[in-house]
């Protein structure tokens, strides 16, 4: 059973010295923290995760959609607080496209007046 963050704020007096008792509530709600990791063993920067809910375990396509993030540096990454109870499923989707710049331009780009509507139009229509 986990129990509950507590924050609170104080100023001391001068020689002053404070007894703090703090009770801290149950918390029945849980968390998630995972590392993804590619098929070599190396950690994943910048995964997308994905959470999911699924209401109903006999639709498993039926998925709610709740949140996502991306994982850091170190290919972790966090959800929480999730209910008690409730089934959750997680996504991971994983970018290693090699990305390659390609530049096209037309044969004429030098003449910009080639295609001008205008004209072109008045040279279909005869």
């Known amino acids: 059973m986990g129990y509950k963050l ?11 010295q404070i007894d703090a008792i703090v009770k801290v509530p149950k918390e029945p709600r849980s968390a998630i923290h995972g590392v993804v990791k590619d098929c070599s063993n190396k950690v994943v920067k910048d995964a997308v995760v ?17 949140t996502h993030t991306f994982t850091d540096d170190c290919g972790q990454f966090i959800f929480g607080p999730l209910c008690p109870h409730v089934k959750y499923v ?23 007046c080639k295609y001008d509507h205008d004209d072109y139009i008045e040279e279909n229509e005869l």
Request: aromatic share 8%; with cysteine.
């Open 6 to 16: 507590v924050n609170f704020d104080f100023v001391p007096d001068e020689n002053e």
């Open 50 to 66: 994905k959470l999911f809910k699924m209401p109903d375990p006999k639709k498993p396509c039926c998925l709610e959609p709740l």
């Open 90 to 112: 997680v996504k991971v989707w994983i970018n290693h496209v090699k990305i390659r710049e390609l530049i096209i331009s037309p044969d004429n780009c030098n003449d910009p």
